[in-house]
């Protein structure tokens, strides 16, 4: 009889132990800390001021909360060892759904740090009451179904992974707001290298809600990383269809072939171009577009398919690089595909090397 006591009192001791550690991992997180969930990394940080709770989820999804903080940031991603660049590390890019609440200044983004130069960065999806950074675009990007302006700005003598420091902030910022989605995070990267803003080698990448001066909540209950693919252009694998730009029809006033910075075609002018005709088998592609300006200028391209204008290719300066169209939606069956300049303001040449369907 008294074993069985024994036995009895340990098995709800040990009952409890369990009941506590679980109670332990699930519960809110309401100061600084760093530290891996699920197989993601995570981050809570805030300066003086407020309060803020972070729930951690299943693989990346988190809940937050904070109310009358000053600054606070809370982020679910991948750290890395700062060796690596991100074409060595890869193609990276983020699919995510949240509900976000904030009331005041917040963003709803992806976020990180590169070093080697010392750099902070926003790909901004969605924000409160002010949208960020302020000051001149840089240039744009049309990515994911949407445009996004860039803003370089400068933060003097701030907290950083490195400590109190100076660097610069690249920002991507989307011009109409989103809570859902894919974020082809490498084509914003290119996009700011070609811009002149070099990213070093990485630190992190983090889909992340940020709250300044500000209350709010937010419930990210969908947000998968994936990385991988070609690390040299982050194009994500053997194209369907590949259609070499010297190989297309030529139209326009001034169309031309080259053999220089590669044997493709240039766009002179506007409604310079070249297409052709493709068979789609699927609704909605990817698409990846070789090519450089002649000078330092941004040249624009647009991609029209049907007729109809699908979105603008950028290319910042004369060495050439590869930019992507994502999940672009087109019907199925044969369909005119058109690489056309309409946007020159005579201090630019599009050159085009050849165009990735997938």
Request: hydrophobic share 30%.
């Amino acid at each position: 009889m008294k074993l069985r006591k024994v036995l009895l009192f340990m098995t709800i001791v040990f009952g409890f132990v369990l009941f506590s550690m679980t109670e332990k991992a699930e519960a809110a997180i309401t100061s600084n800390e760093i530290g891996t969930h699920d197989g993601y990394d995570y981050e809570f940080w805030k300066d003086s001021g407020g309060t803020g709770s972070m729930t951690l989820n299943s693989g990346g999804t988190f809940s937050a909360q904070w109310n009358n903080v000053n600054n606070i940031l809370f982020r679910k991603g991948k750290k890395f060892d700062e060796t690596q660049t991100h074409q060595q590390i890869g193609n990276m890019s983020i699919n995510y759904g949240a509900t976000y609440n904030p009331n005041g200044n917040s963003y709803l983004t992806v976020y990180g740090w590169a070093v080697d130069p010392l750099v902070e960065f926003y790909i901004v999806d969605s924000w409160g009451t002010w949208r960020p950074p302020g000051g001149t675009p840089k240039g744009t990007i049309q990515v994911d179904g949407g445009t996004y302006e860039i803003y370089e700005t400068t933060r003097y003598n701030q907290p950083s992974i490195k400590g109190t420091a100076t660097f610069q902030q690249y920002w991507s910022v989307r011009t109409s707001k989103r809570t859902s989605g894919t974020i082809s995070v490498s084509e914003h990267f290119k996009a700011w290298e070609n811009l002149g803003m070099p990213m070093g080698k990485m630190y992190e990448v983090a889909l992340t809600v940020e709250g300044y001066q500000s209350s709010g909540s937010a419930n990210v209950y969908s947000n998968t990383l994936t990385i991988g693919g070609n690390s040299g252009g982050g194009d994500g694998g053997a194209p369907t269809a590949r259609v070499e730009a010297e190989n297309m029809t030529k139209g326009g006033q001034y169309t031309s072939n080259i053999s220089s910075p590669f044997n493709g075609v240039a766009l002179y002018a506007n409604n310079d171009k070249v297409s052709f005709t493709h068979n789609f088998t699927k609704s909605t592609s990817n698409f990846s577009l070789r090519g450089a300006s002649n000078n330092s200028n941004m040249a624009r391209v647009d991609l029209r398919i049907g007729g109809q204008n699908k979105g603008t290719f950028y290319f910042g300066n004369q060495y050439p690089a590869v930019y992507n169209l994502n999940n672009i939606s087109h019907g199925t069956g044969n369909q005119l595909v058109e690489l056309i300049v309409t946007s020159d303001n005579g201090t630019w040449d599009a050159y085009l090397d050849y165009l990735d369907i997938r």
